[in-house]
C-alpha cells in the first residue's frame, strides 16, 4: 500500500467520523428529544428507557455500525494502522531509534506480569492492544491523532489543558504519571518542569519505548519512562507531590481501580495531590446511553462501571481530602453540550492525601 492511498484512506475515514460526531449524532439526539416530547411521562430519566426509543431505529442502528466499524477500518481495515505499519516494520523500528536503557530514560521490565484484563480485549478495537506488538505505540500514537475529530481545530491540546490545571497553585518537585502511555500525557510535565523530576509508568513496553524515544530526541534530561504496574510500584512511600493520570481510570476494573487509588495515596508526599482527567460526568440518561454504546463498541469494558462508580466516597473513605470531581473543557469554549456534537465525557477527579495522615 503507497503512502497516498493510506493517507487518503485515513482522511476519508476522519471526514466520515467528523459527519458521525456531528451530522448523525446531532439527528439522534434530536430524534431521542422528539420521543421523549411525545411520550405520555415526558423525558424520561433511565438508559432503559432511552434503549427503548432509540436501540430499533434505523438511525440509531446506523450511528452505532459507523461507530464500531470506522473504528475497525481505522486500525485493521485494507487501509488500516495495522497493515500499514505491517508493511514497514523494520524502517519504523529503525525510526524508534536507539534508547539509552542506562535507567535514565528507559526501564523495560520483561518479566511484568501483564493483567488478564489488560492482555483479554483489544482495546479501541487495537489488533493485539497497545502492548502485545513492537509497533504498538507507533501505531497508537498514529490513531490517537484522531481520535477526536473536532479537537485539533479548536485549539489547545487536551493534555496541555490538563496540564495548566494540575500544575495550578503548587510548585511540583516530583511528578508520577501513572499510565503514561507514548508519553503524550507526560510530554508537558517536563517540558515544564526542567527542574523537576518526572516519571512515567506504563504495562506497555512499545508504547513506553516510543516515549523514551521522543523524550531522547527532545534531550529531555528530567524524565524517566518505566515498565510498570501502575498499581503496584516500586516508589518509597510519600515520593512525589504530584500523582498524575489521563484516560487512564477506565481502562481498570473497578478492583484494580481501587488498587490504583490506594498505590497513589501511598506514593503522594502528605499534602500532595492526585490529579486524573477521564470520562466520568453525564449529565443525563441520553448521554450515559451512548456513552455506554460507545464503550461497547470501541472495547472499552471498563467505561460503564467506571461511570457508575462514586468516585468521590471511595476516595474519601481512603482517606483523600479535598475530593473534587469537574466537568472538564477539552478546549476553552467546548464542553460536553458544544455545538450539539458528540463529546466524551471529559472530567477532572482530583484529591489530596491530608498533611498529616488521618488529619
Ligand atoms: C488510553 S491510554 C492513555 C495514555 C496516556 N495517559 C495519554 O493520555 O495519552 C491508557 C494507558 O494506560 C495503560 N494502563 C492500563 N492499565 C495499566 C496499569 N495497571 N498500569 C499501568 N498502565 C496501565 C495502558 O497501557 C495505556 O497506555
Redesign the pocket.
Known amino acids: 500500500m503507497d503512502d497516498r492511498s493510506f493517507t487518503a484512506a485515513q482522511d476519508f475515514l476522519l471526514s466520515a467520523k467528523t459527519f458521525w460526531t456531528t451530522t448523525l449524532y446531532g439527528a439522534v439526539r434530536d430524534s431521542y428529544s422528539e420521543k421523549a416530547n411525545h411520550s405520555q411521562d415526558g423525558a424520561s430519566d433511565s438508559v432503559e428507557a432511552v434503549a427503548e426509543a432509540l436501540e430499533d431505529t434505523t438511525l440509531y442502528q446506523f450511528y452505532a455500525w459507523l461507530e464500531r466499524h470506522l473504528q475497525r477500518m481505522k486500525y485493521a481495515g485494507r487501509y488500516g494502522l495495522v497493515p500499514y505499519h505491517e508493511e514497514r516494520r523494520r524502517e519504523m523500528l529503525e525510526a524508534l531509534g536507539h534508547v539509552d536503557t542506562d535507567d535514565r530514560f528507559l526501564e523495560l521490565n520483561e518479566n511484568l506480569d501483564l493483567?488478564a484484563y489488560?492482555t483479554g480485549v483489544d482495546?479501541?478495537q487495537h489488533p493485539g492492544g497497545?502492548?502485545s506488538d513492537a509497533l504498538a505505540g507507533v501505531i497508537?500514537e498514529r490513531g490517537?491523532r484522531t481520535t477526536t475529530p473536532l479537537l485539533d481545530a479548536a485549539g489547545k491540546d487536551v493534555?496541555e489543558r490538563f496540564t495548566d490545571l494540575a500544575l495550578a497553585g503548587g510548585s511540583h518537585s516530583n511528578v508520577l504519571?501513572?499510565?503514561?502511555?507514548?508519553g503524550?500525557?507526560t510530554q508537558p510535565f517536563f517540558r515544564r518542569l526542567p527542574d523537576s523530576r518526572i516519571e512515567g509508568?506504563?504495562?506497555?513496553a512499545p508504547?513506553i519505548k516510543l516515549a523514551a524515544s521522543l523524550a531522547q530526541k527532545a534531550q529531555s534530561k528530567n524524565v524517566r519512562f518505566r515498565q510498570?504496574?501502575?498499581?503496584n510500584t516500586d516508589y518509597a512511600n510519600e515520593s512525589f507531590d504530584l500523582v498524575t493520570?489521563?484516560?487512564?481510570l477506565h481502562?481498570?476494573p473497578p478492583k484494580?481501580l481501587d488498587e490504583?487509588f490506594d498505590e497513589a495515596f501511598r506514593v503522594l508526599s502528605p499534602g500532595g495531590r492526585m490529579v486524573n482527567?477521564d470520562f466520568y460526568c453525564l449529565p443525563d440518561a441520553f448521554r450515559r446511553f451512548i456513552h455506554y454504546g460507545h464503550a461497547r463498541r470501541n472495547n472499552e469494558s471498563y467505561m460503564g462501571p467506571l461511570a457508575e462508580m462514586d468516585i468521590s466516597k471511595l476516595l474519601t473513605s481512603k482517606g483523600f481530602v479535598d475530593v473534587e470531581i469537574l466537568p472538564f473543557k477539552e478546549t476553552e469554549g467546548v464542553d460536553i453540550d458544544a455545538n450539539g456534537s458528540w463529546r466524551f465525557p471529559w472530567t477532572v477527579i482530583a484529591a489530596r492525601k491530608p498533611e498529616r495522615c488521618g488529619s
Open positions: 493483567p489488560y482495546i479501541h497497545v502492548w497508537y490517537a493534555h504519571d501513572m499510565g503514561c502511555g507514548f503524550k500525557s509508568v506504563d504495562l506497555a508504547c510498570m504496574n501502575a498499581c493520570s489521563t484516560m487512564v481502562e481498570l484494580t490504583f482527567l
